[in-house]
């Protein structure tokens, strides 16, 4: 049962259907994500809006390396912060109203400014970033193949959540700070194997080269990133869902919710809120009269001479 994710190929023929599709199965995430930051209903849709125009936009361009729904949440994200910088730039409102509006502007800019930008920071994909990313995710999926449950969310609260060793080993009920540093050690030996099997010159990735030295935390740096803007860790939807539905076995269950609840995964969470809420977005009438205007975008797109791109 996988998630569905869309053709790239029709996307970026702009064909109707597939976008439509993609309108119906993203907009309850995206709207989820931005109604956690934005209070006015008006405003929300026209992010979300914006969003799906921005994604078809951009499409001609998409990163491989990134799902789609990163790629619609990195656009989510910047728009989302687009709104909050203008409505604060004004000065007066919503913002005014209620202290609680601003903070969720500072919450998004402390977070490192960088990661889900996927779109406007188009550097970050650069080779040696996106082999840290494929390879994190490669450690990712076996561990929990293997179902080192414990194993994955020290990594996690190390990477992701930027834990110190002596926070870490009570939480997971490990018998002291040095079992979460052979945890590290091993993983970082690990993900420098699985690095060497796809780039054996090392070039690409000197930050886990160095760090056969005493360059451990200079690697850390390049590792965190990665984790946090690849998403290498976050659960497939159906993850969420089954969450929701009660029948994830308890291990994976602990790692799900661990990730939601502590490391407090801002796009997870969207989908959270989004599956929780059900079924319902069907009838959406705004859902319709976005489709019918990303369509009316999409022939304006097709109608353009084809030079191909921009
Ligand atoms: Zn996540």
Redesign the pocket.
């Known amino acids: 049962m996988a998630d569905w994710t869309p053709d790239i190929e029709r996307l970026q023929s702009y064909d109707d259907e597939e976008w439509m599709r993609v309108e119906r199965e993203y907009c309850g995430r995206l709207m989820a994500y931005v109604g956690r930051r934005i209070d006015d209903a008006q405003a929300r849709e026209d992010v979300v809006q914006e969003v799906f125009l921005g994604a078809v936009r951009g499409i001609a361009s998409f990163d491989a390396i990134y799902t789609f729904e990163q790629y619609l949440f990195g656009i989510c994200r910047n728009r989302t912060i687009d709104h909050l910088r203008r409505r604060s730039a004004r000065g007066v409102g919503a913002a005014q109203e209620s202290n609680e509006s601003l903070p969720g502007l500072d919450d998004l800019m402390n977070e490192e400014e960088t990661p889900s930008g996927v779109v406007s920071e188009r550097d970050l994909a650069s080779q040696g970033q996106a082999l840290l990313v494929e390879v994190l995710r490669e450690w990712v999926q076996e561990t929990w193949q293997l179902g080192e449950f414990t194993r994955l969310m020290v990594i996690e609260a190390l990477f992701h959540g930027g834990w110190r060793n002596r926070d870490t080993w009570k939480r997971f009920g490990l018998k002291d700070e040095t079992a979460v540093a052979g945890i590290k050690f091993r993983a970082l030996k690990r993900l420098r194997l699985l690095a060497e099997r796809r780039d054996p010159t090392g070039a690409l990735l000197p930050s886990l080269a160095e760090a056969t030295g005493d360059g451990v935390t200079h690697l850390e740096l390049g590792v965190m990133q990665a984790w946090k803007s690849g998403?290498v860790?976050?659960?497939a939807r159906y993850w969420v869902a089954r969450l929701i539905a009660g029948n994830l076995p308890d291990e994976p269950m602990q790692f799900v919710r661990f990730?939601l609840d502590e490391?407090k995964?801002e796009?997870?969470l969207a989908n959270h809120e989004d599956l929780a809420r059900g079924e319902a977005a069907g009838e959406d009438p705004f859902l319709d009269r976005m489709q019918a205007s990303t369509v009316e975008f999409l022939r304006s797109q097709i109608a353009r001479p084809e030079q191909g791109g921009e």
């Open positions: 998403r860790s976050c659960p990730h490391m995964c796009f997870c």
